[in-house]
């Protein structure tokens, strides 16, 4: 193993070079983990210091959206002049992140330490298998695409 | 002072107030645009656009003479195409086109209530013929009437800037228009139920009732026509805005013991309902009278409003017919009670209030007369209401080809830290 100045490390294996972050070794070899696709929805107000956290443990990439839903929750009423009506979809973020299996541990702990008000609302983290990954402009994938 | 400075100030302020008047037209713009989806802002520009400017030519061409014309037999004045003659049977102390200009933002602004009421679902070629037959007669007739010379104004019947000329006249329109139209899609459920469909700007619809009760301030000053009356002007900008932010402060509190919180909307509404009750009155009712008129306005519009949604199941998206046709009425009856010179609560008896009846009932059936023949026509002969699809869609995309807010994403992932 060689290790470099980017904390990457260079293996050697029959007949192919593999250039693998850091973090992929563990003792006994490289692992191909398995990568999962995480998808948080959670409060608006959450974002900002849910993606700093996230940046904190390595994970460096993310799509955000707006969306609207419900699910305990419910919605609420409101009044338009003079006619009651009610509000069922209510706006919240969705962060998506593709990540290596091995995050998904630290990736839910930090999600539930700051999404966690203790109220109806909280949201929820989904994990989706991924098949394939690619990274569009140098056609990596894998583990090398994300 | 000479003939030429009196002459020079009258025509200064009766021009100046013209030209606030005219604003006016963007405050209905926003006020509609804002209380009305964003897929029919558009259409909503267009007509407000078209009704000012088709009023313009129509007025200039036929209506003016009409309302102002000598008088045949108090009904109408003589027809004069073009406004060429000299008017001198009117006796201005200000050149005739300034009186034409001044009278010409007043049609305009009484044929664009109507734009309001019928919104999001009328043909657009219909509305324009709407617009075009307005201020060609129906609003100069009742003008004559009342401003030209006419019988209400032998009468003794007293409408100083338009509570019932222009925006009882509007309001009525509306009534009937929206009626004919019918509601929007979606407006009302099979049992009748009213849904809520709310505005897509709350603060263009702000920005417009601002800029309308700005308007105001030379809708009704400027009917001095002199601005050599300091007394009048000064003390109708008192009552003007006297009876605006008392209606806005009632409905408010209507709306905040009714709905249990102060609604945004209907408070706006409120403003308007006092500046359009005070306007009938606001030379010759005293401040506490427009307090009282505009507290008045405050408690009406809000049950006017749910009336005409929930009792006629009449679809009004920006409440033009609680606030121009019913407060319009009212502001109108209220001056035979709160004249400082003739009103019911100043001895004046019960005469005035019942000629300030009989007008506003002519005036009123006049209006639903004419305007029901107008849109019925209509609606026989090109129509009147979009296809279903066409106002699913939007009419933005639908009559016009464009979109509004085709660049327009607003960011909402919040980009500062919240709490």
Same mark, same amino acid.
């Given at each position: 193993?060689?290790?470099?100045?980017?904390?990457?490390?260079?293996?050697?294996? &029959?007949? *192919? $070079?593999?250039?693998?972050?850091?973090?992929? =070794?563990?003792?006994? /070899?490289?692992?191909?983990? @398995?990568?999962?696709?995480?998808?948080?929805?959670?409060?608006?107000?959450?974002?900002?210091?849910?993606?700093?956290?996230?940046? &904190?443990? *390595? $994970?460096?990439?993310?799509?955000?959206?707006? =969306?609207?839903?419900? /699910?305990?929750?419910?919605? @609420?009423?409101?009044?338009?002049?003079?006619?009651?009506?009610?509000?069922?979809?209510?706006?919240?973020?969705?962060?998506?992140?593709?990540?290596?299996?091995?995050?998904?541990?630290?990736?839910?702990?930090?999600?539930?330490?700051?999404?966690?008000?203790?109220?109806?609302?909280?949201?929820?983290?989904?994990?989706?298998?991924?098949?394939?990954?690619?990274?569009?402009?140098?056609?990596?994938?894998?583990?090398?695409?994300? | 002072?000479?003939?030429?400075?009196?002459?020079?100030?009258?025509?200064?302020?009766?021009?100046?107030?013209?030209?606030?008047?005219?604003?006016m037209?963007?405050?209905f713009?926003?006020v509609e645009?804002?209380?009305?989806?964003?897929?029919?802002?558009?259409?909503?520009?267009?007509?407000?656009?078209?009704d000012?400017?088709?009023?313009?030519?129509?007025?200039?061409?036929?209506?003016?003479?009409?309302?102002?014309?000598?008088?045949?037999?108090?009904?109408?004045?003589?027809?004069?195409?073009?406004?060429?003659?000299?008017?001198?049977?009117?006796?201005?102390?200000?050149?005739?086109?300034?009186?034409?200009?001044?009278?010409?933002?007043f049609a305009?602004t009484a044929a664009t209530i109507v734009s309001g009421a019928m919104a999001?679902?009328?043909?657009?070629?219909?509305?324009?013929?709407y617009?075009?037959?307005i201020?060609?007669?129906i609003y100069?007739?009742v003008g004559?009437?009342i401003?030209?010379?006419?019988?209400?104004?032998?009468?003794?019947?007293?409408d100083?800037a338009g509570s019932t000329v222009v925006h009882s006249l509007g309001g009525w329109s509306a009534l009937m228009g929206a009626w004919i139209l019918?509601?929007?899609?979606?407006?009302?459920?099979?049992?009748?139920?009213?849904?809520?469909?709310?505005?897509?700007?709350?603060?263009?619809?702000?920005?417009?009732?601002?800029?309308l009760?700005?308007?105001?301030?030379?809708f009704?000053?400027?009917?001095?026509?002199?601005?050599?009356?300091?007394?009048?002007?000064?003390?109708?900008?008192?009552?003007?805005?006297?009876?605006?932010?008392?209606?806005?402060?009632?409905?408010?509190?209507?709306?905040?013991?009714?709905?249990?919180?102060?609604?945004?909307?209907?408070?706006?509404n409120?403003?308007l309902a006092g500046l359009v009750c005070i306007t009938a009155?606001?030379?010759?009712?005293?401040?506490?009278?427009?307090?009282?008129?505009?507290?008045?306005a405050?408690?009406v519009i809000?049950f006017a409003i749910?009336f005409i949604d929930?009792?006629l199941?009449i679809d009004d998206p920006v409440g033009a017919i609680g606030v121009h046709g019913v407060c319009g009425a009212i502001g109108t009856l209220?001056?035979?009670?709160?004249?400082?010179?003739?009103?019911?609560?100043?001895?004046?008896?019960?005469?005035?209030?019942?000629?300030?009846?009989?007008g506003v009932a002519a005036v009123a059936a006049w209006t639903l007369v004419t305007t029901f023949?107008l849109f019925?026509?209509?609606?026989?002969?090109?129509?009147?209401?979009?296809?279903?699809?066409?106002?699913?869609?939007?009419?933005?995309?639908?009559?016009?080809?464009?979109?509004?807010?085709?660049?327009?994403?607003?960011?909402?992932?919040?980009?500062?830290?919240?709490?």
């Amino acid at each position: 193993m060689i290790t470099n100045q980017n904390t990457n490390i260079v293996l050697t294996l &029959k007949n *192919n $070079v593999c250039i693998v972050p850091n973090y992929f =070794v563990s003792k006994g /070899g490289v692992h191909m983990d @398995r990568i999962v696709k995480i998808e948080i929805i959670t409060r608006q107000n959450k974002f900002e210091s849910l993606k700093e956290a996230l940046n &904190k443990i *390595n $994970v460096s990439g993310m799509t955000v959206t707006q =969306v609207l839903g419900y /699910g305990n929750q419910k919605g @609420r009423t409101e009044v338009y002049r003079g006619t009651e009506y009610s509000v069922d979809l209510l706006p919240k973020i969705k962060i998506e992140v593709v990540v290596p299996e091995n995050l998904i541990d630290p990736i839910v702990s930090v999600t539930t330490q700051i999404c966690n008000t203790g109220n109806i609302g909280d949201g929820k983290i989904f994990i989706y298998p991924i098949e394939r990954v690619i990274r569009i402009r140098t056609q990596e994938e894998a583990s090398n695409a994300i | 002072m000479n003939l030429e400075m009196i002459t020079a100030i009258d025509t200064l302020w009766v021009v100046l107030c013209a030209a606030i008047v005219f604003f006016m037209q963007a405050g209905f713009c926003m006020v509609e645009t804002g209380f009305t989806r964003a897929k029919n802002a558009g259409n909503i520009i267009m007509k407000n656009l078209m009704d000012f400017a088709l009023g313009s030519i129509t007025y200039w061409v036929v209506g003016f003479s009409i309302m102002f014309g000598v008088s045949a037999g108090g009904f109408i004045g003589g027809l004069d195409l073009f406004s060429t003659g000299t008017f001198e049977h009117l006796g201005l102390t200000i050149p005739k086109e300034a009186f034409l200009i001044f009278q010409t933002v007043f049609a305009a602004t009484a044929a664009t209530i109507v734009s309001g009421a019928m919104a999001e679902r009328t043909k657009f070629s219909s509305y324009l013929i709407y617009s075009f037959f307005i201020t060609l007669v129906i609003y100069p007739v009742v003008g004559h009437w009342i401003w030209g010379g006419g019988w209400l104004s032998e009468l003794g019947f007293i409408d100083f800037a338009g509570s019932t000329v222009v925006h009882s006249l509007g309001g009525w329109s509306a009534l009937m228009g929206a009626w004919i139209l019918g509601p929007r899609l979606g407006k009302y459920t099979s049992d009748g139920k009213s849904q809520a469909i709310p505005g897509h700007s709350l603060t263009l619809g702000a920005l417009g009732v601002f800029i309308l009760w700005f308007g105001w301030f030379g809708f009704n000053p400027g009917s001095t026509l002199s601005g050599m009356d300091s007394e009048s002007i000064a003390h109708i900008f008192v009552t003007t805005n006297l009876s605006a932010a008392m209606a806005a402060t009632v409905t408010m509190a209507v709306t905040w013991i009714r709905y249990k919180k102060a609604d945004v909307s209907m408070t706006l509404n409120g403003a308007l309902a006092g500046l359009v009750c005070i306007t009938a009155g606001t030379h010759i009712v005293s401040p506490a009278g427009a307090a009282a008129i505009g507290a008045v306005a405050g408690v009406v519009i809000v049950f006017a409003i749910e009336f005409i949604d929930k009792v006629l199941k009449i679809d009004d998206p920006v409440g033009a017919i609680g606030v121009h046709g019913v407060c319009g009425a009212i502001g109108t009856l209220l001056v035979g009670v709160f004249a400082v010179d003739g009103g019911l609560l100043y001895g004046g008896g019960l005469d005035l209030l019942i000629i300030q009846a009989i007008g506003v009932a002519a005036v009123a059936a006049w209006t639903l007369v004419t305007t029901f023949i107008l849109f019925k026509t209509i609606k026989a002969t090109v129509g009147l209401r979009v296809h279903a699809e066409e106002e699913i869609n939007g009419l933005d995309i639908e009559e016009h080809g464009i979109e509004s807010y085709a660049d327009f994403q607003p960011k909402n992932i919040t980009l500062t830290q919240q709490v």
